[in-house]
Nanobody, 120 residues
Framework: QVQLVESGGDLVQAGGSLRLSCAAS????????MGWYRQYPGKQRELVAG???????NYADSVEGRFTISRDNAKNTVYLQMNSLKPEDTAVYYC??????????????WGQGTQVTVSS
């Protein structure tokens, strides 16, 4: 069984910064990709940023240039550095990983979510 544990969510003023962390643990053969999603009340989760094992990253247009995703493969941990935060960044942020418990079996796991609140 694989678990993702997120941390770093908080209340911050507009223009401020936060750093989210997500650590994967359990029966992991390898992790193909990790990412961050966010969810507004009553809305579906949307991709914020993703990163592969090789370091290739992608971002939602709304966070490009403000957020940076990074990954420590040795620690099975992904980070999201969020700068120049805006009130519209307020949401629950979820970590996601596409992993293999065995070489030929791919699975998806989600974290429990962490609240980010940006005040104006």
């Amino acid at each position: 069984q694989v678990q993702l544990v997120e941390s770093g969510g908080d209340l911050v003023q507009a223009g401020g910064s936060l750093r989210l962390s997500c650590a994967a643990s359990g029966s992991i053969f390898s992790i193909d990709a990790m990412g961050w999603y966010r969810q507004y009340p009553g809305k579906q989760r949307e991709l914020v940023a993703g990163i592969t094992t090789g370091g290739t990253s992608n971002y939602a247009d709304s966070v490009e240039g403000r957020f940076t995703i990074s990954r420590d493969n040795a620690k099975n941990t992904v980070y999201l550095q969020m700068n120049s935060l805006k009130p519209e960044d307020t949401a629950v942020y979820y970590c996601n990983a596409r992993f293999r418990a065995r070489p030929t079996v791919t699975s998806i796991v989600w974290g429990q979510g962490t609240q980010v609140t940006v005040s104006s």
